[in-house]
């Protein structure tokens, strides 16, 4: 490392410090406050460190300071640019501002257009969008699919309520002819019984008191032939019921079966379905499919704006160069101004405010600059003896730069 770099090196050390970290160190404020003595100032400025540091210091304020002035200037000049087109387009001859304003105009309702295009659209996620166009030919056809699965499962359904009021009630008839059975024989055991008991003690009247028990035994004969025939009757009718609710009980089950595998198909179909699809139901994927058709027609719609507006740019640039505006192409992103004078009046003020905040930023590093300049020449000047060397100093600073 050089000299000078170890000195420009010492000068970045002390251009950051921290001065009140470092209470004793000589600042530009001591360096020029009228209370310090040239006997004090001479002994600062006879280490030649010290007076590198300076001048380097100085330097650097000026370098700082021509660079904000630089950008400041590039910035002032595009704003007294955009003045001067302003002063421009609205000196230019009415008919070739009114088809000015027209191209403006034309811009803005596309514009205006294409915001609505983008806020009508975006009502599907880009993933949405993406299984949906993975699958743009198969919809329509899974949209009809997914209909007439969710058709006939309601059917199916339905017959399963059905089939299985059918077996609730067969089960009850069939309780019922069981319980007809049942009650049957036991009336049919206790009319037998009733008989039996009867014939014993019409015999025991007849050899006890030697009467006449023929009527009795007509009469008990007659009554239990006819409750046995009925109870008969009862009794087979009820078994042919149920040997038929037995065939109509089979034949319910056997269909109830086959239904049921029909539901767990047609369930299975419609999962599928659902999974493939991303969707709930099919009313789901249609209105998806719908706004899926509205989303992919809006960006054709966006497309054909984007050329229109390319279109109508460029015209507008064109004939806005040809006019001899300076910066033609930022009047497409201000289209307004060139419609409404009262919107072209807000922008020159608004330019006006912000060329004059440019300006003071360069009055002020223009001050800065000079300020640092004539420290460097007033310390050349007190100190003759180190002219040469401040010179150099200046120079290698320069060079380095």
């Known amino acids: 490392m050089g000299l000078f770099a170890k000195l420009k090196q010492k000068w970045d050390n002390w251009y950051y410090r921290d001065f009140e970290d470092e209470p004793g160190d000589w600042d530009e404020e001591e360096i020029d406050d009228e209370k310090v003595s040239p006997e004090t100032r001479a002994a600062y400025f006879k280490d030649v460190d010290?007076?590198?540091?300076?001048?380097?210091e100085n330097m650097g304020q000026m370098a700082e300071a021509a660079e904000k002035m630089e950008q400041c200037q590039g910035e002032y000049n595009a704003v007294t640019d955009l003045l001067t087109d302003m002063e421009e387009i609205e000196a230019l001859p009415k008919d070739v501002r009114v088809v000015i304003m027209e191209l403006a105009q034309t811009i803005e309702n596309l514009e205006k257009e294409r915001r609505q295009v983008y806020m009508d659209s975006g009502k599907l996620s880009e993933a949405r969008i993406k299984l949906?166009?993975?699958?743009?030919?198969?919809?329509?056809?899974?949209?009809?699919?997914?209909?007439?699965?969710?058709d006939y499962r309601k059917l199916v359904k339905?017959?399963?309520?059905?089939?299985?009021?059918?077996?609730?009630?067969?089960?009850?008839?069939?309780?019922?002819?069981?319980?007809?059975?049942?009650?049957?024989?036991?009336?049919?055991?206790?009319?037998?019984?009733a008989m039996i008991l009867a014939i014993i003690l019409l015999v025991a009247l007849h050899i006890v008191y030697q009467m006449d028990v023929t009527l009795g035994y007509l009469l008990i004969g007659g009554a239990g032939a006819l409750t046995l025939t009925v109870l008969?009757?009862?009794?087979?009718?009820?078994?042919?019921?149920i040997r038929r609710l037995e065939k109509v009980r089979d034949k319910t089950i056997s269909l109830q079966n086959t239904v049921k595998i029909r539901y767990i198909n047609n369930t299975n179909l419609l999962s599928y379905l659902y999974m493939k699809y991303g969707v709930d139901?099919?009313?789901?994927?249609e209105a998806d499919w719908e706004t899926y058709m509205d989303e992919i027609n809006a960006r054709a719609k966006d497309e054909k704006l984007k050329e229109d507006l390319e279109y109508y740019y460029n015209k507008l640039t064109k004939m806005l160069k040809d006019m001899n505006i300076r910066d033609p192409e930022i009047w497409?992103?201000?289209?307004?101004?060139?419609?409404?004078?009262?919107?072209?009046?807000?922008?020159?003020?608004?330019?006006?405010?912000?060329?004059?905040?440019?300006?003071?930023?360069?009055?002020?590093?223009?001050?800065?600059a000079e300020k640092a300049q004539k420290k460097i020449k007033d310390l050349a000047k007190a100190y003759p003896q180190y002219s040469q060397e401040i010179a150099g100093i200046v120079k290698r600073y320069e060079g380095a730069g």
């Open 281 to 285: 139901s099919a009313a789901e994927l």
């Open 332 to 368: 497409t992103r201000q289209t307004q101004a060139l419609i409404d004078p009262r919107e072209m009046v807000e922008v020159r003020h608004a330019l006006i405010g912000r060329r004059q905040k440019l300006r003071e930023r360069l009055e002020y590093n223009r001050e800065i």
């Open 232 to 241: 008969f009757v009862r009794y087979q009718d009820a078994l042919r019921d």
């Open 50 to 56: 010290t007076r590198t540091v300076y001048v380097l």
């Open 132 to 150: 949906i166009e993975r699958y743009e030919d198969e919809v329509p056809n899974g949209i009809r699919k997914i209909k007439e699965a969710e």
């Open 158 to 193: 339905m017959d399963m309520r059905k089939m299985e009021a059918e077996r609730n009630s067969c089960r009850y008839q069939m309780r019922e002819a069981m319980g007809i059975v049942a009650n049957s024989r036991g009336i049919a055991m206790i009319c037998g019984g």
